[in-house]
């Protein structure tokens, strides 16, 4: 592999994406100038532990950036724009402008991320949350540490979490739901409300298929309304609706944009020398032959990475081929799930959907596609292997007759 030799880096995000593409970039030896941008004042930080870990009671308030400000500047050589969101990029120019200058590049990563979608009409309202920064996370923690009646919006990953934090501090916790199941295009239809029955276990209100019509107060909130009337109290309300690419900073700019930065297998975006990489980037992924966009730890990590080495080595690049995984804890129970979950069928291969333990397999065609458990920590890896390099679905099978805690398989 030839050296990457000088140039310039420009990273846009200060995001774990970022943070690994800096990272990748000087171990795989480039030694020219870095510049990391980033909207939010903070260094990068996790995002998974703030609606974890950092909402539980009693859990210390500060938190941990993934990488120090000293460790940028002597350890990685690189100059860190904090609070300084890219506003416009011109490809033809190889700049990224901001409010406050213009930064030239001969290599671009784009890690911008998402944003949170927002209620409509409550701005200015008081006790109205979306949770995507720490700066939502220390406003969410301090009403529930405060005792408020929390009501969440959307049974999504994130929404669980909050209600699980809630319930842990014994506080009035309902969820609404839009859709007349949970959880379907994360684990879909049929094993989103094995997952939704945790809230019931314990003691927080699940509605389904209700529409919010209003969320009222003077000043403050006071209370959720919903379409069949329904009004539901609330001094905390959190929006758990999903999230929207960062990228109204590239209109204009010629990138191709469609729910995120549309990538190729490689993350190259339209430009010259420009990629993509986590919760942005929209690219073709050849383990699953489609394209995707991907919200997830894992992949921030390991894309910043691939981008940053595919950037610098343009003669040798690599696809970035992935098995997506995610992890959320919900009452003390942990649930993962790798793959894809658009398969024919699922087959519960460990315990069962009623209970506080069970593997269920999907299969695409003859293949094993995903894999969801809960509290099957032991399991999780040893198919996300499988569904690496595409296993056939009766060697999945096969494993799970192998693992502990086997049952009887049961189709759906």
């Known amino acids: 592999m030839d050296s990457p030799g000088r140039g310039a880096l420009v990273v846009v995000g200060a995001s774990l994406a970022g943070l690994r593409a800096v990272e990748s970039a000087r171990k795989a030896g ?10 939010e ?9 703030l609606s974890k870990e950092f909402l539980s009671a009693g859990a210390p308030i500060d938190h941990v950036p993934l990488c120090g400000r000293s460790e940028f500047a002597d350890d990685y050589g690189v100059d860190v724009l904090l609070g ?7 490809l033809d120019a190889r700049v990224v402008h901001t409010r406050e200058r213009q930064i030239s590049y001969s290599a671009l990563i784009i890690a911008t991320g998402v944003r949170a979608r927002e209620l409509r009409g409550t701005s200015g309202l008081a006790g109205v949350h979306v949770l995507r920064t720490l700066d939502d996370a220390r406003s969410v923690r ?14 999504g990953f994130i929404g669980s979490e909050v209600a699980s934090a809630a319930r842990e501090r014994g506080l009035r916790t309902t969820i ?10 994360s684990v879909g239809p049929d094993l989103g409300p094995a ?15 209700q529409e919010v019509t209003a969320i009222e107060g003077t000043g403050r909130v006071e209370r959720v309304r919903l379409a ?26 010629g990138l191709p944009i469609d729910d995120g930065v549309v990538c190729d297998e490689h993350l190259r975006a339209g430009g010259a020398d420009v990629y993509a990489a986590g919760d942005v980037a929209r690219w073709h992924n050849p383990r699953f032959g489609t394209s995707m966009r991907v919200e997830h730890w894992s992949n921030a990590a390991e894309q910043g990475a691939r981008a940053a080495r595919n950037a610098l080595f343009p003669a040798v690049v690599e696809p970035y081929r992935t098995v997506p995984y995610f992890w959320s804890d919900w009452y003390g129970s942990r649930i993962q799930f790798a793959g894809i979950a658009d398969g024919d069928e699922h087959v519960v291969v460990s315990g069962d959907l009623t209970g506080e333990r069970f593997v269920a397999l999907y299969r695409r065609g003859d ?17 996300r292997r499988l569904i690496a390099r595409g296993a056939n679905f009766d060697e999945a099978l096969a494993l799970a007759e192998t693992m502990a805690y086997r049952h009887p398989t049961t189709r759906s």
């Open 41 to 49: 004042v903070h260094l990068p930080y996790d995002r998974p532990p």
């Open 30 to 39: 480039f030694d020219g100038r870095i510049t990391l941008v980033g909207e």
């Open 367 to 383: 293949e094993l596609s995903g894999a969801l458990t809960l509290n099957g920590q032991r399991h999780i890896m040893r198919y």
């Open 142 to 155: 301090r009403a529930l540490d405060d005792g408020a009646r929390t009501v969440v919006i959307g049974a």
């Open 228 to 253: 069949d009337g329904t009004s539901i109290e609330a001094d905390l309300v959190v929006a758990g609706i999903g999230a929207t690419p960062a990228t109204e900073w590239l209109a204009g700019s």
């Open 84 to 90: 300084e969101p890219a506003t416009g990029l011109d």
């Open 195 to 209: 997952l939704a029955s945790l809230h019931e276990r314990n003691g927080t209100t699940l509605i389904c298929g």
């Open 176 to 185: 609404v739901e839009a859709l007349p199941a949970p959880m379907v295009r």
